[in-house]
């Protein structure tokens, strides 16, 4: 299996080490290919490659979204949306603006960014999941209290199977699934949840666990 990331910042680097650390093979994507060739030299990994966004989603079987969240569905339009026709979509991304120098909330219930994204690529078989920690935490999730939970939500339920192996192989304790794509909303309200916590108390190594009686 190869896999498309599309999204060059940190999220994405951290993904395409993470995917690399299970053994695929990988394209990293970025509007400018050109300003990840150091990494990619420093990666050193002959699984890595780097490329446009249309390249990228043209390689994966399966693709990555970890771009700015309110750039997304560009992104897909300069991918060319015939390259995601059948696969699965994971999305990482939040309906984030940034443009007062705060995160914003930019979604709303019946229009998450994820059921935005799936309308972009109907297609697709998108998946929201890994949008409600810190990227460093989606792939190394054995934390010193535990193992937490990761939530998803997406229509197909064979790639919500595969995000869900992939989330146990990272570390996570279970994968649960909310519902369909429109559950995405409440995934990416969790993560403001996630970023009220982390400014509160200067703290943004912490993932959430569900428990029962």
């Known amino acids: 299996m190869k896999i498309g990331i599309l999204g060059s910042g940190m999220v994405g680097k ?8 299970l053994g695929y093979e990988v ?17 050193n990994n002959p699984k890595l490659s780097v490329g446009t966004f249309a390249e990228t989603a043209s390689f994966g ?3 990555v979204l970890a771009t700015h969240g ?4 560009d992104v897909l339009n300069q991918s060319g949306k015939e390259n995601f026709t059948g ?7 939040n309906p984030l603006d940034f443009s007062t120098g705060k995160p914003v909330f930019a979604a709303a219930l019946g229009n998450s960014l994820g ?3 799936q309308n972009a690529i109907p297609e697709a078989k998108v998946v929201k999941a890994f949008n409600i920690v810190n990227c460093n935490i989606m792939i190394n999730a054995k934390m010193q209290e535990g193992q937490p939970d990761m939530f ?6 064979d790639a919500k199977d595969w995000v869900g192996k992939l989330a146990l192989d990272w570390g996570w304790n279970s994968c649960i699934d909310l519902g369909g794509i429109e559950e995405s909303y409440w995934l990416e309200t969790f993560a403001m949840l996630w ?3 982390g400014a509160a108390n200067n703290h943004w190594t912490h993932a959430f666990k569900l428990l029962k009686k």
């Open 152 to 157: 998803i939500a997406g229509n197909d339920k």
């Open 61 to 63: 079987g399966v693709v």
């Open 27 to 43: 394209m990293t994507g970025s509007r400018n290919p050109s300003k990840l060739e150091q990494w990619h030299k420093e990666m």
């Open 195 to 197: 970023i009220k916590f």
């Open 115 to 117: 059921e935005q994204i």
């Open 70 to 73: 309110t750039a997304t569905v």
């Open 14 to 21: 951290v993904l395409s080490k993470g995917f690399l650390g």
């Open 87 to 93: 696969k699965t979509v994971i999305d990482v991304t």
